[in-house]
T-cell receptor, first 112, second 112 residues
């Protein structure tokens, strides 16, 4: 049982490039989330999903897109990367509402 | 606008003593509260949670207290151990949605 896995662990992007951050969970959780954490700040929710085919915006969705075609996978797409997207990105999952979230190890992204 | 606040960026405690981490929130519609622990270069891990219908929840050395009238949450760790040294985040979920809102974290150092 691997829990929540994220790839890649590190990535450097040039301004204007695009990439997809991968997230997979093997706990059969319905709810999945993407957060970003900037230095000295808490986690800010980018997007979340309550089940396959259903996604919704969080606090900071601009510049990102998501899809949820399966229960297991919840990729985060960055289009036209900007320096403001330099951050650590965490994916999380939970069984349902009012349950704790399980987090992946994070992806450290630098946009230069 | 930060709806969940941790006003102490850091805390140092002697091993064996009590650690008290505090969290304040502004929205009375939060109905579920959690504490997470985070080590460097890792994702947050769940510690303990509390529903708004309770005022206390214990799990081993960890106790969470909820004071709804003051909109205040605290985590007590007794006795503190060096392995508890980490950043602690509080989080809250609205009763009207699925999003979690995180505080900015408190870095706890337990001195041997």
């Amino acid at each position: 049982n691997a829990g929540v896995t994220q790839t890649p662990k590190f990535r450097i992007l040039k301004i204007g490039q695009s990439m997809t951050l991968q997230c997979t969970q093997d706990m059969n959780h319905n709810y999945m989330y993407w957060y970003r954490q900037d230095p000295g700040m808490g986690l800010k929710l980018i997007y979340y999903s309550v089940g396959a085919g259903i996604t919704d915006k969080g606090e900071v969705p601009n510049g990102y897109n998501v899809s949820r075609s399966t229960t297991e996978d919840f990729p985060l797409r960055l289009e036209l990367a900007a320096p403001s997207q330099t951050s650590v990105y965490f994916c999380a999952s939970s069984y349902k509402r009012n349950y704790e979230q399980y987090f992946g190890p994070g992806t450290r992204l630098t946009v230069t | 606008d930060q709806q969940v606040k941790q006003n102490s960026p850091s805390l140092s405690v002697q091993e064996g003593r009590i650690s008290i981490l505090n969290c304040d929130y502004t929205n009375s519609m939060f109905d579920y509260f959690l504490w997470y622990k985070k080590y460097p270069a890792e994702g947050p891990t769940f510690l303990i949670s509390i529903s708004s219908i309770k005022d206390k929840n214990e799990d081993g050395r960890f106790t969470v207290f909820l004071n709804k009238s003051a909109k205040h949450l605290s985590l007590h760790i007794v006795p503190s151990q060096p392995g508890d040294s980490a950043v602690y985040f509080c989080a809250a979920q609205l009763n009207t949605g699925n999003q979690f809102y995180f505080g900015t974290g408190t870095s706890l150092t337990v001195i041997p």
